[in-house]
Structure formats: structure tokens, C-alpha cells
Nanobody, 125 residues
Framework: QVQLVESGGGLVQTGGSLTLSCAAS????????IGWFRQAPGKEREGILC????????YYADSVKGRFTISRDNAKNTVYLQMNSLKPEDTAVYYC??????????????????WGQGTQVTVSS
């Protein structure tokens, strides 16, 4: 059974850091493009960064560029989202997603066919 499970969310103060994990089971993450998305209350789900399976090329949304990074640990079949310099506007439910159909990752919702259940990140001002 294909499954993605996010963890590491929580409450953090402005300027703080969090690391989210996305653990896969039922498939090997190394062969998949991985994206991180977030959805704040009343807003659409936003793609914020991704990493391609082909050569680990990464793409970042402007809203997180310079603050967030994505990385893989293939031995643990896990992808990480390191979030630094957090702002209240980063408050959202964060989702990881995987796709094995395309060569390059993208930040569009339709680029992914496997999704985790999400983890809440709250940044207090």
C-alpha cells in the first residue's frame, strides 16, 4: 500500500525553525518527484518547493525562497522540509506529495498522484 506520512509540525515563534518529515511506504521515494504544498484556512493549496527524481533539481516558490530547503534521505525513504525564519503567514497545513510520471517536478497540484495527510504548522507573532 502506497502511503506518505508527514510529521514534525507544531507551534513555533516568528523567526524560529521547524523540520518536517515525509516518510514513504509501499514505494521507493528515490524514483519519484516530491513536492511540498501548504494550505492556509480559506486559501487554495500552494506548491512551495519540489525535488526531481532525475537529478535532484529543486524548485522553490518565491514565498519560501532563501528560507526553506528540501532534501532526501534515500536510506530512510524520507524527504525533509527544513523551514527557517518562519513568519506568521507560513501558518498552514503542510502536505508532501509524490509522483512517478514526469521527469521533472513542478509546483502544480496536478503534478502529483500520491499525497500525505498533512501536518499543521502554526507560527505565532
Amino acid at each position: 500500500q502506497v502511503q506518505l506520512v508527514e510529521s514534525g509540525g507544531g507551534l513555533v515563534q516568528t523567526g524560529g525553525s521547524l523540520t518536517l518529515s515525509c516518510a514513504a511506504s509501499g514505494f521507493t521515494l528515490d524514483y519519484y518527484n516530491i513536492g511540498w504544498f501548504r494550505q492556509a484556512p480559506g486559501k487554495e493549496r500552494e506548491g512551495i518547493l519540489c525535488i526531481s527524481s532525475s537529478d535532484n533539481t529543486t524548485y522553490y516558490a518565491d514565498s519560501v525562497k532563501g528560507r526553506f530547503t528540501i532534501s532526501r534521505d534515500n536510506a530512510k525513504n524520507t524527504v525533509y522540509l527544513q523551514m527557517n525564519s518562519l513568519k506568521p503567514e507560513d501558518t498552514a497545513v503542510y502536505y508532501c506529495a509524490a509522483d512517478g510520471r514526469f521527469v521533472w517536478c513542478g509546483l502544480g497540484y496536478g503534478n502529483y498522484n500520491y499525497w500525505g495527510q498533512g501536518t499543521q504548522v502554526t507560527v505565532s507573532s
